[in-house]
């Protein structure tokens, strides 16, 4: 087997099973905070053997991490000693053998310009990837903080380029408004389909008369309740408070949805989630204030 192939190995046997038992490629992204910049960033890639590698630092000190975006992000057990250890069961061709993992939490990750706070990430041994590559690799930079901080990876040009990051709340739900619009058109026109392609899977929608988990049952609740009146149903929200959480986004509002037959206003909190370049509704609770019959004049 080559170096290049026992380097790439070696990578899939040790990230394969970390997703399974930490859960935590999206949990860093959800909980991490993201501080804006002005100004596109690029970040020169390096080679460890054949592999790219950028400079990370880490409260304040720099690291070396492997570019992988087939991969969640990783640290190398031996570059982190405080954490909550966990004894897992690594699978190889060479058979099964029990290794020592630790969940370490960062109070800061900073690549380039873009910084992350109080990331978790899960710790287990690299050293045989570093030993492989012939080079110090302090953990796997993977698809879901590079997503978080939108990497473009450039290997012709051998750079890592980010553009700014959104951070202000209001610019974050202008973005995700525009890019979910069809989502309220969906609603208003009574097309389930692509409506119950704007909640998460997991979706749970609270309402006066329930709760409805995942896509399947919010979307019938909402098809009986109100896109019944589609496509005479108008529905409009006021903003009043957005927070963001990383890619997660929290916000209340008021809203008001008129009906041939009622005319219903109350007040409604929301989370979404970018998840590959695309958001989805995590929650919603609608609690109307008042109901009434619409006029019928």
């Keep these: 087997m080559s170096r290049h192939r026992r380097v790439r ?7 394969g099973y970390v997703c399974q038992v930490f859960g935590l490629g999206i949990q860093a992204q959800e909980q991490a905070g993201s501080i804006a910049t002005e100004e596109s960033d690029e970040i020169p890639i390096e080679k460890c053997d054949v592999l790219p590698v ?5 409260a304040g000190s ?41 969940e ?16 978790k990430l899960p710790a287990i041994d690299l050293s045989p990837i570093g030993n492989a590559c012939g080079g110090r690799i302090d953990g796997i930079l993977g698809v879901d903080l590079l997503d978080n901080m939108g990497v473009t990876i450039d290997l012709k040009r051998q750079m890592a380029s980010m553009g700014p990051a959104v951070t202000d709340p209001r610019a974050l739900y202008d973005q995700m408004e525009a890019h979910m619009h069809h989502c309220a058109d969906a609603f208003r026109q009574g097309n ?11 979706i749970v929608l609270y309402t006066p008369d329930g709760e409805y988990h995942g896509r399947e049952q919010a979307v019938k609740y909402l098809q009986k309740r109100y896109m019944k009146y589609a496509p ?15 890619d997660a986004l ?9 009906a041939p ?16 370049g695309r958001w989805l509704v995590l929650n919603l609770h609608n609690s109307p204030t008042a109901e009434r019959a619409a006029s019928k004049n």
């Design 54 to 58: 950028v400079r990370v630092k880490i």
């Design 62 to 102: 720099e690291m070396r991490f492997l570019l992988d975006t087939g991969a969640t992000t990783v640290l190398n057990l031996h570059s982190f000693e405080k954490g909550r250890s966990k004894q897992i069961a690594v699978t190889s061709w060479s058979g099964t053998l029990a290794t020592s993992a630790r």
């Design 250 to 258: 929290w916000y209340s509002y008021e809203y008001e949805i008129t």
């Design 9 to 15: 190995a070696w990578v899939i046997i040790l990230l």
């Design 104 to 119: 370490v939490r960062l109070p800061e990750l900073a690549l380039g310009k873009h910084l992350l706070k109080d990331v």
């Design 192 to 202: 389930a389909g692509e409506l119950e392609e704007c909640f998460d899977p997991e």
């Design 261 to 276: 037959e009622e005319h219903v206003v109350g007040h409604g909190m929301s989370m979404c989630r970018r998840t590959q």
């Design 232 to 246: 005479n149903l108008c529905y409009t929200i006021k903003l009043q408070d957005v927070k963001t959480f990383g």
